[in-house]
């Protein structure tokens, strides 16, 4: 059993499920039909690469290319640094970032997000999210707070309960495999 207020061991265990999970099912999550009533032309959708065992975003960044937004992908310089979004032409060729990650070249366009692809370690379905504990992401959130929002994860990365800190923002909504999660 999981101690639900332990951060780190609430990764390890939602890594270990998810690891399970793909290897038994792949990590590919559908285009939802509630994500495509967000998309119009001219809005910015950030979505990432996955990295390792990661629910994979790119169908719904297909859709919102196929509706006419623009996607950014995540740049990380460090673990200090905060993130920005950097356009991506989704035909273009990646960098190699830190951690593990592909990401556009540093001279790419910055984009102000309309909608954020975030993904996930773990999550409730009150819509709290535990990520990777570099707090990227927050500060993410906290810099376009108007920005929807959005979790990709596999089901298996959902448990009862998060530790919840101040600076914290619950998701508007969360997709799996399975389902749209919203509150």
Do not use: N
Request: hydrophobic share 50%; proline share 8%.
């Amino acid at each position: 059993m999981i101690d639900l207020t332990d951060k780190s061991a609430i990764r390890a265990a939602t890594r270990a499920a998810r690891a399970r999970f793909v290897a038994a099912h792949g990590r590919v999550v559908p285009c939802p039909a509630p994500f495509r009533t967000l998309l119009s032309h001219g809005l910015t959708v950030a979505s990432y690469v996955p990295v390792g065992s990661e629910a994979d975003p790119m169908t719904l960044a297909r859709v919102a290319v196929e509706a006419g937004c623009a996607i950014a992908l995540p740049h990380v310089v460090d673990r200090a640094t905060p993130i920005r979004f950097l356009a991506w032409d989704t035909e273009a060729a990646l960098a190699a970032g830190p951690f593990g990650l592909s990401q556009p070249h540093d001279h790419a366009a910055e984009l102000e997000p309309d909608i954020i692809l975030t993904p996930l370690v773990a999550f409730t379905r009150a819509l709290d999210r535990l990520g990777q504990g570099a707090g990227h992401y927050d500060r993410a959130f906290a810099r376009f707070p108007d920005a929807k929002r959005i979790g990709v994860a596999l089901s298996a990365q959902e448990v009862k309960a998060l530790p919840v800190d101040p600076w914290d923002m619950p998701l508007h909504a969360i997709a799996t495999e399975r389902e749209w999660i919203t509150a």
